[in-house]
């Protein structure tokens, strides 16, 4: 089994979620392997976590310019950890908008072949087959790559576990003198006003259209989603009519997200809203007009006036579990 490279993601000393979710996907096609890419001391802070999480080797690219550089640290430790590796049988970033400029950057130097935004990967006998969703959800694309693949992966997609390990370490040489970079001169940390989930990355999201109607009655949203813990997401046209914050917009031009559950209140189901919450699990959908389109894709769908229905499900769900 050949290693496959996964760009392991930290932010404030800690591991990101997907890179667990990255390492689960890479156990299944090889050798699990993580580059990680930071200020000097960042492989003494994160190798073990790596390890924890699988990563059979992890390949350490330390450089003071590491985390003041946009896309360019990322790229020279990957070119550097494909050429150490010796037998890479592919390369997984996640589909963040950083990563697919990563992925593409690579693919370009390394004459690779690029994979954008899979929601499962398999290996098989024509090598590794990455799945995506085009046109919105509507088709279903099957594509594998005649060279290394580099393939970026939607968050929250893949899920499993692998075995801790005592990983190796190998420390990667990395030169960013005269890089071509955008330069990070600041960074303002911004306090979340909320403690729920992430929406990109939340097991559950609750959504809300403009079947809300007012900011005042979107906030049945965000009590629905109190109450099963997710984070809260909406259309455009609820965005547009400021029922809620443009970083809550999920699709095409929004975020793309795929968590376990997806409920969506009073949101029709244009193609380029499905285009980025069709690949949720169990999709629930309430809205009054029973020719919607967004229950063609829904696994549970209740038709009916969503002021009735919401606060009934609230009650239901807290009572159950009071239980
Ligand atoms: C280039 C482009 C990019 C776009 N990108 C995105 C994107 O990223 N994300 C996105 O969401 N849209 C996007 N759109 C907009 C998209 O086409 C739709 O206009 C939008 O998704 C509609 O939002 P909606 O479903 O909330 O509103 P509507 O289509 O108006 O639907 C409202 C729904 O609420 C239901 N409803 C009303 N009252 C109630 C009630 N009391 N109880 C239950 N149900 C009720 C209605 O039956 C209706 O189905 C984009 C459009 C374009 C052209």
């Known amino acids: 089994m050949g290693q496959i490279l996964v760009l392991a993601e930290h932010s404030q000393g800690t591991l990101t979620a997907v890179t667990g979710e990255l390492l689960a996907a890479a156990a299944r096609l090889g050798e699990p392997s993580a580059v990680l890419v930071g200020r000097p001391g960042t492989g003494d802070a994160l190798v073990?976590?790596?390890?924890?999480?699988?990563?059979?080797?992890?390949?350490?690219?330390?450089?003071?310019?590491?985390?003041?550089?946009?896309?360019?640290?990322?790229?020279?430790?990957?070119?550097?950890?494909?050429?150490?590796?010796?037998?890479?049988?592919?390369?997984?970033?996640?589909?963040?908008i950083a990563g697919r400029e990563i992925a593409a950057r690579l693919s370009v130097r390394l004459a690779a072949g690029l994979i954008n935004d899979a929601v499962d990967i398999e290996s098989t006998d024509d090598g590794i087959v990455a799945t995506m969703q085009a046109l919105g959800g509507a088709y279903i694309?099957?594509?594998?790559?005649?060279?290394?693949?580099?393939?970026?992966?939607?968050?929250?997609?893949?899920?499993?576990?692998v075995p801790a390990t005592e990983p190796e370490r190998v420390d990667l040489a990395i030169s960013l003198n005269g890089a071509h970079a955008a330069q990070i001169t600041a960074v303002h940390a911004e306090t979340a006003a909320t403690d729920r989930p992430d929406l990109m990355s939340a097991s559950v999201v609750v959504s809300g259209g403009r079947g809300l109607g007012s900011r005042e009655n979107f906030t049945?949203?965000?009590?629905?989603?109190?109450?099963?813990?997710?984070?809260?997401?909406?259309?455009?046209?609820?965005?547009?009519?400021?029922?809620?914050?443009?970083?809550?917009?999920?699709?095409?031009?929004?975020?793309?997200v795929s968590p376990d559950l997806y409920i969506a209140l009073g949101i029709s189901g244009a193609i380029q809203h499905r285009a980025g919450m069709q690949s949720a699990k169990t999709i629930v959908v309430i809205n009054k007009d029973a020719d919607a389109p967004l229950f063609e894709v829904?696994?549970?769908?209740?038709?009916?006036?969503?002021?009735?229905?919401?606060?009934?499900?609230?009650e239901a769900v807290r009572t159950r579990r009071q239980a």
């Open 48 to 96: 073990a976590a790596l390890g924890a999480l699988g990563a059979q080797r992890v390949y350490v690219a330390e450089a003071d310019e590491a985390e003041t550089l946009l896309i360019t640290p990322a790229v020279a430790a990957l070119e550097a950890a494909v050429a150490a590796a010796g037998a890479v049988e592919g390369v997984l970033i996640t589909a963040s």
């Open 141 to 161: 694309v099957r594509a594998a790559a005649k060279s290394l693949p580099v393939v970026t992966i939607r968050p929250h997609s893949i899920a499993g576990t």
């Open 220 to 256: 049945l949203v965000e009590q629905l989603a109190d109450v099963f813990g997710a984070a809260v997401g909406a259309s455009r046209a609820a965005v547009d009519a400021d029922y809620c914050d443009h970083n809550r917009q999920v699709g095409q031009t929004g975020v793309t």
């Open 298 to 314: 829904a696994d549970f769908g209740v038709v009916g006036d969503l002021f009735t229905v919401v606060p009934q499900l609230i």
